[in-house]
Nanobody, 123 residues
Framework: QVQLVESGGGLVQTGGSLRLSCVVF????????MGWYRQAPGKQRELVAA???????KYGDFVKGRFTISRDNTKNTMYLQMNSLKPEDTAVFYC?????????????????WGQGTQVTVSS
């Protein structure tokens, strides 16, 4: 059973920084993408950042160089360093792992989610 446990959310002022962590418990597929989505009240969930098992990263257009996703495989932990935070970044952030049975899989064969951590940026 795979379990994702997030931490690091909180309240920060505009321009501040936060680092989110997501610890992955259990065994995940060797071919996978992991990352972060966020959802603000009344808005659709949107991709913040993702990192593939091969190391390629992807960011939402709104990130504009402010966030960095990374992983420490020795600790089974993924991080999201967020700098220059804005009030519009206020949301619940969810970490995820999408697993693929093969390189040719077009959609994830399984998915795992964390419980979410609240990020609030005050103006």
């Amino acid at each position: 059973q795979v379990q994702l446990v997030e931490s690091g959310g909180g309240l920060v002022q505009t321009g501040g920084s936060l680092r989110l962590s997501c610890v992955v418990f259990g065994s995940i597929p060797s071919i996978h993408t992991m990352g972060w989505y966020r959802q603000a009240p009344g808005k659709q969930r949107e991709l913040v950042a993702a990192i593939a098992s091969g190391g390629m990263t992807k960011y939402g257009d709104f990130v504009k160089g402010r966030f960095t996703i990374s992983r420490d495989n020795t600790k089974n932990t993924m991080y999201l360093q967020m700098n220059s935070l804005k009030p519009e970044d206020t949301a619940v952030f969810y970490c995820f792992v999408f697993g693929y049975d093969s390189d040719s899989s077009l959609v994830p064969d399984n998915d795992y989610w964390g419980q979410g951590t609240q990020v609030t940026v005050s103006s």
